[in-house]
């Protein structure tokens, strides 16, 4: 059974600039969630989608945005790139029901130069 | 304050050592537990899912949860230099993982 495929799996942009991250979950899974990981916040929670509706968002700024397809595919948009902004983004699939568990994929790591 | 307080370590150990991990949480909403390893430059990979209080066995591995007193630990036995990595505790509600820091674990050959 495959895992969570994200792509690409490093980025390097400039300030200023936008960028779009992608998620493809277990199959079978209708959630999809993303994190921001880095090593003065630990991992922060961006926002969850199931059935192409975001559920959950977390305390980030409307730069960052997301979506989620028919197919459960989700991406991850960020806009206005900062320095801060550089980071390990996670995302996790779960088949969306509350008492289940979360798998993650192995991250996009971005630098914002 | 923080929802999930974790101590970060690090935490260095010699190889065959129990290792203990835990966690405190202040939301009495979360009710589901789970922990996470994860190596370097890795995504986090599901340990251990939990509900109940009590504890669950999975090989080395052993979780335990505490609600009353809004505790969990983890504890591996027989530890081994492969068992390296951050372990993160995290916990659901209303479809959000909150973390813990995170504690480094070096197991030492």
């Known amino acids: 059974k495959a895992g969570v495929t994200q792509t690409p799996r490093y980025l390097i942009k400039t300030r200023g600039q936008q960028v779009t991250l992608s998620c493809s979950p277990i199959s079978g899974h209708r959630s999809v969630s993303w994190y921001q990981q880095t090593p003065g916040q630990g991992l922060q929670f961006l926002f969850e989608y199931f059935s192409e509706t975001q559920r959950n968002k977390g305390n980030f700024p409307g730069r960052f945005s997301g979506r989620q397809f028919s197919n459960s595919r989700s991406e991850m948009n960020v806009s206005t790139l900062e320095l801060g902004d550089s980071a390990l983004y996670l995302c996790?699939?779960?088949?969306?029901?509350?008492?289940?568990?979360?798998?993650f994929g192995q991250g996009t790591r971005l630098t914002v130069v | 304050q923080k929802e999930v307080e974790q101590d970060p370590g690090p935490l260095s150990v010699p190889e065959g050592a129990i290792v203990s991990l835990n966690c405190t949480y202040s939301n009495s909403a979360f009710q589901y537990f789970m922990w996470y390893r994860q190596y370097s430059r890795k995504g986090p990979e599901l340990l251990m899912y939990t509900y109940s209080s009590g504890n669950k066995e999975d090989g080395r591995f052993t979780a335990q949860v505490d609600k009353s007193s809004k505790y969990i630990s983890l504890f591996i036995r027989d530890s081994q230099p492969s068992d390296s990595a951050t372990y993160l505790c995290a916990m659901i509600d209303d479809y959000k993982l909150s973390f813990g820091a995170g504690t480094t674990v070096t197991v030492r050959a």
């Open positions: 996790a699939s779960s088949t969306g029901y509350r008492d289940t568990e979360a798998f």
